[in-house]
C-alpha cells in the first residue's frame, strides 16, 4: 500500500520534452518585437518557470503590459504548431500504464502551461486519460497557488507527491506541505534538485513504480 494517494506530475520536461515547440514559439515572440532570436542553447534551461518571469529575462522588460503581449504572441504560434512539437520521454507511457492498475493510486497533472494546452499534449499522446485532472497555469499564477487551489478544494490531500523536473516544482509542493520528487531526465540538474531536498529523486521513470 502506497503512502501517496496522489502523484501530481508535472508536464514539461517531466513526462514530455517540449523543447523544438517551447524554442520555435519564442523565438517568434522575440521576433515579433524586434528582439534577435536566440539559439536553442540559450532557451531551453528556460524551459519550466512561467512564461511571463522567462520573458521578461530575456528581454530586460519590467513593463507588464510588453511582457504580457510577448506572452499572448508565443501563445499565438505555440497554440497553432508549437504544442506539437513536441516528444514523449521514453518509459512515460508504460509507467503510467502500469500505476493506472495499482489499485489506491490516483493521477493529475499541475503544470505551468495553460491547461487547454497541456490537455492537448496528453491527447496528442493518448495519456489524458490516466489522468482525473489538469491544472493548468496563467500569468500571475504560480504552481504554489495551483498546488494551494487544489487542497483548498479538497480535489487533492496532503498525502500528495509532487513530482516534476525543475525546483519550481519542489518549491511549490514544500510551499503547500507537499513531499515532491524530482526527475533527472528532464531540464533540472542534479544539483539545483537536491538543493531542495526531494522526497525522492528519479533517474528513469520505472523507478516511480519503485515507491509503492
Partial sequence: ???????????????????DGFVN???YALQAFDYAPRPATQLTP???????????????SDDNTHVRALV??????????GYAENR??????????QLNMQDGIRLGVCTSKRADFATRILEQFELRHYFEFVSGGDVGIT???????????????????MIGDRRYDLSAAAQNGLPGAGVLWGYGSREELEKHTPS???RHPSEILNIF
Avoid: C
Fill in 1 to 19: 500500500m502506497s503512502k501517496y494517494e496522489w502523484l501530481l506530475f508535472d508536464l514539461d520536461g517531466t513526462l514530455s520534452d517540449p523543447a
Fill in 25 to 27: 514559439s519564442m523565438n
Fill in 46 to 60: 528556460h524551459i519550466g518557470p512561467p512564461l511571463e518571469v522567462t520573458l521578461a529575462h530575456l528581454t530586460g
Fill in 72 to 81: 499572448d504572441k508565443y501563445r499565438e504560434r505555440y497554440g497553432e504548431t
Fill in 88 to 97: 514523449l520521454y521514453p518509459g512515460i507511457a508504460d509507467m503510467l500504464q
Fill in 143 to 161: 504552481k504554489g497557488q495551483q498546488l494551494e487551489t487544489l487542497l483548498k478544494e479538497n480535489r487533492i490531500g496532503h498525502n500528495s507527491l
Fill in 200 to 202: 525522492h529523486l528519479f
